[in-house]
């Protein structure tokens, strides 16, 4: 029997994707190589020439690139369904993306309307100039950011989402008819917790774990000596799936930046640098109002943090190139999102003349650049930075800002986050209903930023850690039911959202990992 049409035709897709990377060019010449080496016989060519690329390092190459596109690409479903489906196989969070989307275009149409600001311009040969020279210091010359506001921020998109409610579920006050209990009313599937336990069995309490075990105060030998010997094996393996599963368990910190480039899939080489350039010319060559809308959020969030406001021209050197990448439209296949359009002016509505805006598809929320700030800890080069958000942007992070039913979406993490918590405090969540204050409408703007900007900057990284090597950002919605559980004796005292919100307030004291453990595997 032969292969199935689903694995024919994902494999179809891959060897197509392979065929079209510089990989598959480096692949042939260094095959090339091997064959006019004068020891091979023409009857051991092939064999010698398998030998020869495994010995240098080529097998890993091309396993590391087909691990990249796994982990990029979910399967293919068969019979193949419409593309808009897979995209988004329900029709009515389609249509709530829909319009979700039109809502944010109206905002930033009559934000250009008020300012009488264009879309974008061409600079001025003198700006162009200037804007290269000051490139590592963009922020101490900025544009007047005066009238600029953000399109939407965390708090206007759970209005949109406790808004939703599937057509097909509504049966009115039928008698056995069930109402969730909280304020997200999708009927999605999610997770146990006892799938999560096992899901999550690395950072069990009986584990060591980076974050815990290499403190100061534990002697070295007992833990971080051994985690740091292996993690370097893992690292010169040189292999994702290995870095994935040694950082199932945290990354030491200084092994932290090789890890997460091996397990993106991120290796800087003359293109990409040249690539990065040409993102850094188009910067220099027009100006658009997103780039105002990103030094707005800057100036909002990064810049008025202890922990990230040093960083605030590191930042403006990946978000404004960010901006520009088309790469980025790759992940609109997987995403329930559609990058929006603009038209040349005086051709409104021909599609002919339809432009995408901006060039990434990704119009900036208040918040969005705090996806970028804790890497900054990370990577000292601009360069690696750029590409490691942009791999961590296409395959987690778009995902907390769209509507979707996918798994790993914003609505299931914010129906895992409510579902956990009734079950395993089920007092805690009754009493902060009754008193008017939903636990999502505190713990919503933590689930979209992924916590970032809320702890510490190295609970994040720890945080980010587990993500990364679990390729799920489920954990975000465990870490948020843990934060009640341990503020509850508290939480049970408020009597108005305010005071529940003061409660919650501050959360750079945690320590993640621990919080995380006892949720999981203390009950």
């Known amino acids: 029997m032969g292969e199935p049409p689903l694995a024919q035709a994902y494999m179809k897709e891959l060897i197509h994707e392979l065929k079209s990377s510089k990989l598959y060019t480096d ?210 393996a040189c292999h994702g799936p290995l870095a994935q599963e040694f950082s199932k368990k945290g990354c030491p910190t200084s092994l932290r930046a090789s890890l997460w480039c091996q397990m993106l899939g991120v290796e800087i080489d003359e293109e ?55 790469y980025v439209l790759k992940h609109f296949a997987q995403n329930s999102a559609t990058p929006p359009k603009s038209y040349i002016r005086g051709k409104m509505g021909q599609e ?41 942007y296409c395959r987690h992070f778009f995902r907390l800002h769209s509507i979707s039913s996918h798994p790993q979406g914003i609505l299931a993490i914010s129906l895992l986050f409510e579902t956990l918590l009734q079950i395993h405090e089920p007092e805690l969540y009754f009493h902060l209903k009754t008193v008017g204050c939903h636990p999502l409408k505190i713990s919503f703007k933590w689930l979209v930023r992924a916590f970032s900007g809320y702890l510490s900057s190295d609970q994040v990284l720890l945080l980010w850690d587990r993500i990364l090597a679990h390729s799920s950002l489920e954990i975000l919605a465990v870490l948020a039911v843990a934060i009640f559980s341990f503020r509850k004796t508290n939480l049970m005292k408020v009597q108005s959202y305010n005071a529940a919100e003061a409660v919650l307030a501050d959360l750079t004291t945690l320590q993640v990992i621990p919080l995380i453990q006892l949720s999981l595997f203390s009950k």
């Open 27 to 236: 692949l042939q010449n260094a095959a090339q190589v091997e064959v006019a080496k004068t020891h091979l016989r023409l009857s051991d060519v092939r064999k010698g020439v398998q030998t020869g690329l495994v010995n240098s390092g080529w097998d890993r190459k091309l396993r590391n690139a087909i691990f990249k596109y796994i982990q990029c690409h979910p399967k293919i479903p068969y019979p193949l369904p419409p593309v808009e489906h897979l995209k988004e196989p329900l029709l009515y969070l389609r249509k709530a993306q829909q319009n979700w989307e039109k809502r944010i275009l109206k905002s930033l149409n009559s934000m250009c309307t008020e300012l009488n600001m264009p879309l974008a311009r061409k600079r001025p040969e003198k700006d162009q100039r200037d804007i290269i020279h000051r490139w590592t210091e963009l922020g101490t010359d900025g544009p007047d950011l005066t009238q600029i506001r953000p399109v939407y921020a965390p708090k206007d998109f759970l209005e949109v989402i406790i808004g939703l409610s599937n057509p097909n579920y509504h049966n009115g006050d039928a008698p056995g008819f069930h109402h969730l209990w909280g304020i997200v009313q999708v009927p999605l599937k999610v997770k146990s917790i006892n799938k999560l336990r096992l899901q999550y069995s690395d950072m069990a309490i009986n584990q060591g774990q980076s974050g815990i075990d290499d403190f100061g105060d534990i002697p070295p030998e007992l833990f971080e000596s051994d985690k740091m010997k292996v993690g370097k094996k893992v690292i010169n």
């Open 352 to 392: 002919e003349f339809a432009v995408i805006y901006p060039p990434n598809g990704v119009i900036p929320f208040h918040g969005f650049a705090m996806y970028v700030a804790p890497l900054c800890y990370v990577f000292n080069e601009p360069i690696c930075l750029y590409y490691v958000f942009r791999e961590m």
């Open 272 to 326: 990409d640098t040249l690539y990065y350039e040409q993102l850094k010319v188009n910067v220099q060559q027009h100006d658009l109002l997103v780039d105002s809308l990103l030094y707005k959020d800057v100036k909002l969030t990064a810049t008025n943090d202890d922990q990230y406001f040093v960083f605030e021209d590191f930042l403006y050197q990946v978000l404004l190139p960010f901006s520009r990448d088309t």
